[in-house]
């Protein structure tokens, strides 16, 4: 059974200031809780049904699991349905130092306010090996439990490092170049496979900070087939055109 107080703390959890000063963060559904078991991750506890602990005996075992009913976890979940299944993970520790991967893409996101954006663009990077995301001080908490849910996991094996751009840009690697989504660039048809690079990534509202344009190595865009419709349209979603432009540099 929860205590009053297991319950005020997981859903202090729901704000980031409580996930900082706790260091701790939720994680739901059975994808996501046995990707982090299977990691690195700490695990502080596990609420879950029954029916799942025992359909996940093997991967528990040895970890601080409390039973809980249905019932309970609707007080403590962040989903309007709830799974059978909660844990409370220890927050890992901010990465202070900044080694870009160079036999690799990696990509950078300018101020990503939208958590599902920035759960998809995760998702989208651990589908296509890419291990390391660079984020503006000014993008939204990874940790946050709607960006948590969207990874489905793969938050578990995704490295999400959060610093200046500008500063990350100025002392990288000269060999590194970066692709910069915009609407004016290069289509993506015409640029090659790359075995490295940072696809950087613009605010759902204003796209690339302007004070990022000159490190921008090569302007790429993604060009609509329709063209009757491209006055009428702003721009792609930002994890769409992350996930277009991951294909496109990756593709064999």
């Given at each position: 059974?929860l205590?009053?107080a297991?319950?005020?703390?997981i ?12 260091a701790m ?5 059975s994808?996501?809780?046995?990707d ?9 506890e596990?609420?879950a049904?029954?029916?799942w ?19 309970d976890?609707?007080?403590i ?19 202070n ?47 946050n ?5 969207a990874t489905?996991?793969s938050?578990a094996?995704v490295?999400?490092i ?6 990350l840009f ?10 910069g ?9 015409e640029?090659?496979p ?9 605010s ?21 087939i ?8 702003e721009?792609?979603?930002?994890s769409?055109a992350?996930?277009?432009i991951c294909?496109?540099?990756t593709?064999?």
């Amino acid at each position: 059974m929860l205590s009053k107080a297991r319950i005020k703390l997981i859903n202090q959890l729901k704000q980031k200031k409580h996930r900082e000063t706790n260091a701790m963060f939720v994680a739901e559904g059975s994808i996501n809780v046995i990707d982090f078991i299977k990691s690195n991750t700490i695990v502080i506890e596990l609420f879950a049904t029954e029916k799942w602990m025992q359909d996940n005996e093997k991967n528990i075992d040895r970890l601080n699991t409390t039973l809980v009913s249905t019932k309970d976890l609707k007080k403590i979940s962040a989903l309007s349905s709830p799974s059978e299944v909660l844990a409370i993970l220890e927050l890992p520790k901010a990465i202070n130092t900044i080694d870009i991967d160079t036999k690799n893409l990696t990509i950078a996101l300018d101020n990503i306010s939208d958590p599902g954006n920035l759960g998809t663009i995760i998702r989208t990077a651990d589908w296509f090996g890419i291990k390391q995301i660079f984020c503006s001080k000014n993008t939204v908490d990874a940790y946050n439990s709607k960006v948590v849910q969207a990874t489905m996991g793969s938050l578990a094996r995704v490295a999400l490092i959060y610093t200046e751009l500008e500063t990350l840009f100025t002392n990288k690697p000269k060999n590194i170049p970066i692709f910069g989504a915009l609407l004016n660039g290069k289509s993506i048809t015409e640029i090659e496979p790359q075995k490295n690079g940072i696809v950087l990534i613009g605010s759902e509202a204003h796209g690339i900070s302007k004070n990022l344009f000159p490190y921008i190595t090569h302007k790429i865009t993604i060009p609509s087939i329709n063209q009757n419709t491209t006055n009428n349209l702003e721009s792609l979603n930002a994890s769409v055109a992350n996930a277009i432009i991951c294909y496109a540099l990756t593709k064999n």
